[in-house]
């Protein structure tokens, strides 16, 4: 991932020398973790972190040489640099954890990104001919169809379909890749170009997709929520029959639960992160599983502290959160 390039000089920046534990660095097919022995500075949490602060490099002397070097651009935007490359490839923030020992950060692999992405890109470079979509259409509705029926019901030659067929492989319309049955009720029902339909299919399965594409969609008013928490909008969920589907696992806006978390704190004066969790995470969107219920609360806190709507007062394992 290119957004993990600039967490391990930020280890090597800030890592304590004095107890000879190396930087361990440990990569899973769904994430990346880099684990740093070092501590934060006194009385600061992982809230003060994530938020704007002066620079306060463990080593500044191998700090000064890496920024003389143009290894790292200024000091005291790294955090910061991680969060945009990851907004911009599509990919969740990553997380923070620090004990009195150690700091640990874990970047999200886009899942099956390599792929699909792939694909919509081509598309958006060469869009299929309407021969090819009704060819499509034809397979996803009848995947045993033969290419003398297939020829038959186009009105084109057997040499042609096979041709229209091999494109259609390549760009992984065939194959799995998509989800057939979607896609097609999709380009049934909707004058939507094929490189959207696509994005759409990526964002009904829970993938990500790139910045540029979310933006596209969103501004046509085809997806809703905040990435990595996307979902198609009403006008596509009634278009592919999943209207039901669409209500159960639309997510409120952060607003909402922020007023939440501030009226639980104006009732009750403290909270600690059981409470939260306890109060917030049953009211989060289906569509998220455990893991990213979370650390939806985890950035939702981050964000009301940046905010100046709540701070945390104690120790990051035992401290309780309340209004600023």
Same mark, same amino acid.
């Given at each position: 991932?290119?957004?993990?390039?600039?967490? !391990?000089? =930020?280890?090597?920046?800030? /890592? %304590?020398?004095?107890?000879?534990? #190396?930087?361990?660095?440990?990569?899973? #097919?769904?994430?990346?973790?880099?684990?740093?022995?070092? /501590?934060?500075?006194? =009385?600061?949490?992982?809230? +003060?972190?994530?938020?704007?602060?002066?620079?306060? !490099?463990?080593? #500044? =002397?191998?700090?000064?040489?890496?920024?003389?070097?143009?290894?790292?651009? $200024?000091?005291?935007?790294?955090?910061?640099?991680?969060?945009?490359?990851?907004?911009?490839?599509?990919?969740?923030? !990553?997380?923070?954890?620090?004990?009195?020992?150690?700091?640990?950060?874990?970047? $999200?692999?886009?899942? &099956?990104?390599?792929?699909?992405?792939?694909?919509?890109?081509?598309?958006? +470079? &060469? !869009?299929?001919?309407?021969? @090819?979509?009704?060819?499509?259409?034809?397979?996803?509705?009848n995947p045993s169809?033969?290419?003398?029926?297939?020829?038959?019901?186009?009105?084109?030659? @057997?040499?042609?379909?096979?041709? =229209?067929?091999?494109?259609?492989?390549?760009?992984?319309?065939?194959?799995?890749?998509? %989800?057939?049955?979607?896609?097609?009720?999709?380009?049934?029902?909707? %004058?939507?170009?094929?490189? &959207?339909?696509?994005?759409?299919?990526?964002?009904?399965?829970?993938?990500?997709?790139?910045?540029?594409?979310?933006?596209?969609?969103? +501004?046509?008013?085809?997806?809703?929520? /905040?990435?990595?928490?996307?979902?198609?909008?009403?006008?596509?969920?009634?278009? $592919?029959?999943? @209207?039901?589907?669409?209500?159960?696992?639309?997510?409120?806006? +952060?607003?909402?639960?922020?007023?939440?978390?501030?009226?639980?704190?104006?009732?009750?004066?403290?909270? $600690?992160r059981r409470d939260?969790?306890?109060?917030?995470?049953?009211?989060?969107?289906?569509?998220?599983?455990?893991?990213?219920?979370?650390?939806?609360?985890?950035?939702?806190?981050?964000?009301?502290?940046? &905010?100046?709507?709540?701070?945390?007062?104690?120790s990051t394992r035992?401290?309780?959160?309340?209004?600023?």
């Amino acid at each position: 991932m290119a957004t993990t390039s600039s967490a !391990p000089l =930020n280890a090597i920046v800030h /890592r %304590d020398y004095s107890d000879g534990v #190396p930087i361990q660095i440990k990569v899973f #097919p769904d994430e990346v973790i880099i684990y740093n022995s070092g /501590r934060l500075p006194e =009385n600061w949490s992982v809230a +003060d972190l994530l938020a704007r602060h002066n620079s306060m !490099p463990y080593n #500044p =002397n191998i700090a000064n040489v890496f920024f003389r070097s143009g290894q790292i651009e $200024t000091w005291g935007r790294g955090i910061e640099k991680n969060e945009t490359a990851c907004q911009a490839e599509g990919r969740p923030e !990553p997380m923070f954890r620090a004990t009195s020992t150690e700091i640990r950060i874990s970047f $999200t692999a886009i899942t &099956d990104a390599s792929v699909s992405e792939n694909v919509i890109e081509s598309v958006s +470079d &060469d !869009p299929l001919t309407s021969t @090819q979509r009704t060819i499509f259409s034809l397979i996803s509705n009848n995947p045993s169809s033969t290419t003398s029926a297939i020829s038959e019901k186009v009105g084109i030659t @057997q040499r042609r379909v096979a041709s =229209n067929i091999a494109k259609l492989k390549a760009l992984g319309l065939i194959g799995r890749v998509v %989800d057939e049955a979607y896609t097609r009720l999709l380009m049934e029902r909707s %004058d939507l170009p094929l490189a &959207d339909v696509l994005a759409l299919d990526r964002v009904q399965k829970g993938l990500l997709i790139k910045l540029d594409v979310r933006r596209r969609l969103r +501004d046509a008013g085809l997806i809703e929520g /905040r990435s990595p928490h996307l979902q198609v909008s009403a006008r596509i969920a009634e278009a $592919t029959d999943k @209207q039901a589907e669409y209500m159960r696992t639309r997510a409120m806006d +952060d607003a909402h639960y922020e007023r939440l978390i501030l009226g639980y704190l104006d009732k009750f004066g403290s909270a $600690t992160r059981r409470d939260l969790e306890a109060l917030l995470l049953p009211k989060l969107s289906d569509v998220l599983n455990d893991k990213q219920k979370h650390a939806k609360l985890s950035n939702l806190l981050t964000k009301m502290r940046r &905010d100046a709507l709540v701070k945390r007062v104690g120790s990051t394992r035992d401290g309780r959160w309340e209004r600023t």
